[in-house]
C-alpha cells in the first residue's frame, strides 16, 4: 500500500500553534486520498514553531502531486493556527513542497498548491484552472475597495483592524496602538510634565533644549546646533525627511519677484541672477499645493496657521545649496515681502521656519502618507484580489505588502480619523490633511513614482551639479539593484513579451490598480495594461520601490530631523508676517508649537522612526514563496548587490557629521509597517 510522509511546520509566531483538530486530503493526477486526521497519541501536535511528521497510506498511487487540502476544526474553543507549509514526501522519494503561510481561522479549510510558480496560461487541468479561480473568487470577497475619503487613493474596505482578513493582521494589534505608542514615546521622552500646561509657550529656544535631553542623537544634535544656518536649511531639501520637493530654476515664474538686485550679495560668481539660473545654479522649492488648504481648528483656544512659501536656493563656490530668497505666500503684493538673508535676522529667521513648517505638512501628507502609505496599499489589495499564491508575481511582491494594509487600517482609526491623534499637534489637522492628500492625489502620476523619472523630472539628475544629493546617489544604485532582480524574476517566467500579454491575471491587476484604486483619473497616468516585460519590470520595480527604499527614506530619519521642534514645527501659532521688521524673539516663540503640542509632535516622531520588532530588511525572504533554483539564485545576487551598496555608504558616512543612510539597504524594511 502506497504512503505519503505529510510534513507540517507551524509558524513562530505568538499564537501560531493550535489544539484544533487538523485534516489532510492529497489530490493528485489520478486519484485523491481519504481525508485524514493528523494526530500523534499523547504527543501535543501543532506547537508554535512545531515540525511534525504523519504518514497518510492510500490504496493506490495518486499520481502527481496537484493540491493539499488542509482543514481545521474545533477540539474544544476556536483556535487560530499558522500553518508556513507543507512538504511531501512521495512513494518514490520526491519532496514536493506546498507554501501556505496564512492563518486557519474558525473551521476553515486551505488548498495549497505546491511552490513552482505558474502563469495562469501554462495551467492546463481543469482542477487547477478552477483552484485559481476559487482563490480568487475567495479574496475578492474579503478585499474589497473603499474609499475612504474623497479625493483620496481607493484602501481596503474595513473599518478597524480586528476587520480584516487574519492574514494580513499585525500578531500583536497591542503592538501597533497609535494611541499607546505614542503616550509611550511621551513618557519615554520625559515630557509627560509639559502636557497640563498644553497651551502655554515656550519661553525661549533654550527651553526647547529641556525636553531634548532624552532624544538627543548624532544628527538630532547637529539639527539643534546649527539649524539658524542657512546651510542647514538648504541641505535638509537634499538628504532631509522631504528630499523630493526641491527642483533647479530654469525661469523665475511671474509670481515670485526676484529682482538680480534683492539677491545681489548672495550671488558669488560675479554674475547676474539670471545667468546663475542659465549657469544652472538656482534652485526652488514651491508649496503650492499647500495654498487654500484650511487650517486646523479642531482647539477653539488656538488658532492654528498655514502658508504656501515659495522658496529660491543657490548653490554657492562650496557647492553648498543655501536660500536667497522666501515669499510665504502666492500672490505677490505689498502685503507679501520677499524675505532676504539680508533683512534683519529675526525676520530671515522666523521666514526660514515657516518654509520648514509648510515642508513639515507637504512631508507627513504627500511624500510620506499618500505617495508611500497609500499608494502601497492600493497596489496590495489590487493584487490581493487579481492575483493567485501561485502567480510569480505574487510571490514577489507578498513580502513587500507586509502589514500594510493592516497599518494604514490601524492609521485610519487612531491618527488621520476626525479627533485623532493628527489633530492634537498638527496644523492640517482637522480636515484640512484630507484636504490637501485630496488635492496632491489628483496630480500624482505613474511616472512620479518612477525614481529615475522623478529625479530627472526636476532637474536634479547631475551629481556634478549637486554632489552631496545622497537621497539621489543612493537611490540610483538600490533603484537599478532592484530592478536588476525584479528582472531576474521576470525573464525567467516571462520568455516572450507575448506571454506579459496573455496574462490575464497580471492584466487584470494592472487594470485594477488604474480603474478601482485610482478611479481611473486621466491625468494620473497609470497603465490600463501591459504589453512588455519591460514595461512589467518597471511597473513591479515601482512597487517593491515604493514599498522599500522609498518608505524608508522618507520616514525613519524623522525623528533626526523633526525631534528639534524649531527646525520642523508641526503647527503655527501666528499668521505669517506680512512685513519686514516686526520678529522679534517673542513673535518667533510664540508662532512655534506650544508644550503640549510640542510634547505630541514629540511623541509622534518618536514613534514613527521606530523599526518594528523582528523587521524584515530589503532582500531578507525567509518565506519560501519561490522553490526555483533560478530565482533563489537571482535572491543571491540582489542581497550581494544590496550589502554592496551598504557597505559604499557606511565608507561614505565615515567622519560625516551629517551621515545619510535612510537608503542604505541594511535600514530599508521589505514594506510599508510603521
Not at 495562469?120 to 473568487?137: A, G, T
Not at 502620476?445 to 539628475?461: E, N, Q, V
Not at 525631534?563 to 512685513?579: D, F, K, V
Request: hydrophobic share 40%; with cysteine; charged share 25%.
Amino acid at each position: 500500500m502506497p504512503s505519503y510522509t505529510v510534513t507540517i511546520v507551524t509558524g513562530s509566531q505568538w499564537f501560531a500553534g493550535t489544539d484544533d483538530y487538523v485534516y489532510v486530503t492529497l489530490v493528485g493526477t489520478e486519484a485523491c486520498s481519504e481525508r485524514a486526521l493528523l494526530d500523534k497519541p499523547l504527543y501535543n501536535d501543532f506547537e508554535r514553531g512545531a515540525v511534525d511528521s504523519y504518514l497518510v497510506r492510500v490504496d493506490e498511487n495518486l499520481g502527481e502531486l496537484l493540491l493539499v487540502k488542509l482543514e481545521k476544526r474545533k477540539y474544544w474553543v476556536q483556535d487560530d493556527w499558522y500553518c508556513s507549509y507543507v512538504s511531501v514526501k512521495t512513494p518514490e522519494g520526491d519532496n514536493v513542497l506546498f507554501p501556505c503561510y496564512r492563518w486557519l481561522v474558525d473551521d476553515k479549510e486551505v488548498v495549497l498548491r505546491d511552490g513552482k510558480a505558474r502563469l495562469p496560461q501554462d495551467d492546463k487541468i481543469s482542477v487547477l484552472k478552477q483552484h485559481r479561480q476559487n482563490e480568487l473568487e475567495s479574496r475578492r470577497k474579503v478585499f474589497g475597495w473603499m474609499e475612504w475619503r474623497p479625493g483620496f487613493p481607493m484602501s481596503i474596505d474595513a473599518k478597524r483592524h480586528r476587520d480584516l482578513p487574519r492574514d494580513i493582521q499585525f500578531d500583536s494589534e497591542k503592538g501597533v496602538d497609535f494611541v499607546l505608542n505614542y503616550s509611550k514615546a511621551i513618557e519615554n521622552l520625559f515630557v509627560n510634565h509639559f502636557m497640563h500646561m498644553f497651551q502655554s509657550s515656550w519661553s525661549d529656544f533654550a527651553d526647547f533644549e529641556r525636553i531634548f535631553l532624552r532624544i538627543k542623537n548624532t544628527i538630532s544634535e547637529y539639527v539643534m546646533q546649527h539649524w539658524k544656518e542657512d546651510f542647514m536649511f538648504g541641505y535638509q531639501f537634499l538628504n532631509g525627511c522631504n528630499p523630493v520637493v526641491i527642483r533647479k530654476v530654469d525661469k523665475i515664474p511671474d509670481k515670485f519677484p526676484v529682482t538680480d538686485k534683492m539677491v545681489a550679495v548672495s550671488l558669488e560668481r560675479s554674475l547676474t541672477l539670471e545667468q546663475e539660473v542659465k549657469a544652472g545654479n538656482v534652485y526652488m522649492v514651491d508649496y503650492e499645493v499647500l495654498n487654500g488648504i484650511k487650517a486646523n481648528c479642531t482647539d477653539p483656544c488656538t488658532l492654528q496657521y498655514l502658508a504656501a512659501p515659495i522658496c529660491l536656493l543657490y548653490k554657492n563656490m562650496q557647492n553648498k545649496i543655501v536660500p536667497i530668497a522666501i515669499q510665504l505666500a502666492q500672490t505677490p503684493g505689498e502685503d507679501n515681502p520677499i524675505f532676504l538673508p539680508t533683512d534683519e535676522p529675526y525676520d530671515w529667521l522666523l521666514a526660514k521656519i515657516w518654509v520648514r513648517s509648510a515642508d513639515f505638512q507637504h512631508h507627513q501628507n504627500i511624500t510620506h502618507l499618500l505617495r508611500t502609505h497609500l499608494i502601497s496599499e492600493m497596489f496590495a489589495v489590487a493584487m490581493f484580489r487579481q492575483l493567485p499564491a501561485v502567480h510569480p508575481v505574487y510571490k514577489l511582491l507578498i513580502p513587500h505588502v507586509r502589514f500594510t494594509i493592516a497599518i494604514n487600517t490601524k492609521a485610519r482609526e487612531q491618527l488621520i480619523c476626525e479627533c485623532g491623534i493628527f489633530d492634537k499637534a498638527n496644523a492640517t489637522g482637522g480636515g484640512g490633511h484630507m484636504q490637501l492628500v485630496g488635492k496632491a492625489n489628483k496630480a500624482l502620476t505613474f511616472r512620479s513614482l518612477c525614481f529615475p523619472d522623478t529625479i530627472k523630472a526636476r532637474g536634479m539628475d547631475s551629481q556634478e551639479e549637486v554632489p552631496t544629493y545622497f537621497y539621489r546617489d543612493d537611490g540610483y544604485k538600490v533603484w537599478e539593484a532592484t530592478k536588476s532582480f525584479v528582472a531576474d524574476v521576470v525573464t525567467f517566467y516571462y520568455g516572450s513579451n507575448e506571454k506579459v500579454q496573455r496574462d490575464e491575471e497580471i492584466q487584470a491587476f494592472v487594470k485594477d490598480v488604474r480603474t478601482s484604486g485610482m478611479q481611473d483619473w486621466d491625468s494620473c497616468e497609470f497603465p490600463k495594461s501591459l504589453e512588455s516585460r519591460e514595461e512589467l519590470i518597471e511597473y513591479l520595480t515601482v512597487i517593491v520601490f515604493t514599498a522599500s527604499a522609498q518608505h524608508a527614506a522618507v520616514n525613519f530619519g524623522q525623528y533626526d530631523w523633526c525631534s528639534w521642534i524649531p527646525n520642523a514645527p508641526s503647527t503655527m501659532r501666528r499668521p505669517p508676517p506680512t512685513q519686514k521688521g516686526l520678529a522679534d524673539v517673542d513673535l518667533i516663540i510664540n508662532s512655534l508649537p506650544d508644550r503640549g503640542r510640542s510634547s505630541w509632535h514629540l511623541g509622534a516622531v518618536w514613534a514613527l522612526s521606530q523599526y518594528q520588532e523582528n523587521e524584515l530588511y530589503l532582500g531578507s525572504y525567509p518565506d519560501e514563496h519561490f522553490v526555483e533554483k533560478p530565482v533563489k539564485v537571482a535572491m543571491e545576487k540582489f542581497r550581494k548587490s544590496l550589502a554592496e551598496i551598504s557597505a559604499a555608504i557606511k565608507t561614505r558616512n565615515q567622519g560625516k557629521n551629517l551621515p545619510y543612510y535612510n537608503m542604505s539597504p541594511d535600514k530599508i524594511p521589505n514594506s510599508v509597517a510603521v
